[in-house]
């Protein structure tokens, strides 16, 4: 069975750094895309970042050079470093995996982890 455990949620004030990991068990993800989205209070969950087996990243805009994502394919492990965070990222954060393209629409997600909550204080 697939696992997607996620951790390293919390607080962090703003401009502050958190770094998120994803730890996938239950099959080999080298053919799978790792991807992160988030979802905020009353907000739908949008894309965030995800990366190919090959280590192609492709970022949100509204995250791009303040996020890194990057995975360790031996250890099935996907991280999302969270740099100059600001208030707008305080979020429930979800790691998903699918087969094959990138996609931002999470409606294409296989298998996803139950989230961890970010809280960005101003």
């Known amino acids: 069975q697939v696992q997607l455990v996620e951790s390293g949620g919390g607080l962090a004030q703003a401009g502050g750094s958190l770094r998120l990991s994803c730890a996938a068990s239950?099959?080999?993800?080298?053919?799978?895309?790792l991807t992160w989205f988030r979802q905020a209070p009353g907000k739908e969950r949008e894309f965030v970042a995800a990366?190919?087996?090959?280590?192609?990243?492709t970022y949100a805009d509204s995250v791009k050079g303040r996020f890194t994502i990057s995975r360790d394919n031996a250890k099935n492990t996907v991280l999302l470093q969270m740099d100059s965070l600001k208030p707008e990222d305080t979020a429930v954060y979800y790691c998903?995996?699918?087969?094959?393209?990138?996609?931002?629409?999470?409606?294409?997600?296989?298998?996803w982890g139950k989230g961890t909550l970010v809280t960005v204080s101003s």
């Open positions: 998903a995996t699918k087969l094959g393209r990138t996609t931002a629409d999470p409606k294409y997600m296989d298998y």
């Open positions: 239950g099959r080999t993800f080298s053919s799978y895309v």
């Open positions: 990366i190919t087996w090959k280590g192609d990243n």
